[in-house]
């Protein structure tokens, strides 16, 4: 997955989903000795917080998105169910 989609110079640290979409959040990788850092990342396009970069983001099609709430709400039941709900 990082060769396809994710930037070089970043290295992934987390993940997260709305449901809409997977966000990868991480750090950039220091830059070799002599080199200069470059400004490519757009932190105010990427919707950067004030910890993590965000490095990438994937809108999730339909059909994903589907998936992910059924899955949420099979894994809901089996917590109540184990809970005695």
């Known amino acids: 997955m990082r060769d ?9 640290i987390r993940g997260y989903t709305n449901g809409e979409e997977i966000v990868l959040c991480g750090v ?5 000795d002599g080199a200069e850092e470059t400004s490519a990342h757009n932190c105010d396009e990427m919707g950067c917080g004030s910890i993590d970069h965000v490095i990438l983001r994937i809108r999730l099609a339909a059909h994903q998105r589907r998936q992910i709430a059924t899955d949420i ?3 809901n039941n089996e917590q109540g169910a184990a809970r005695g709900f």
């Open 28 to 32: 950039p990788d220091a830059p070799p």
């Open 73 to 75: 709400r099979e894994r």
């Open 4 to 12: 396809k989609y994710m930037p070089k110079g970043f290295t992934p």
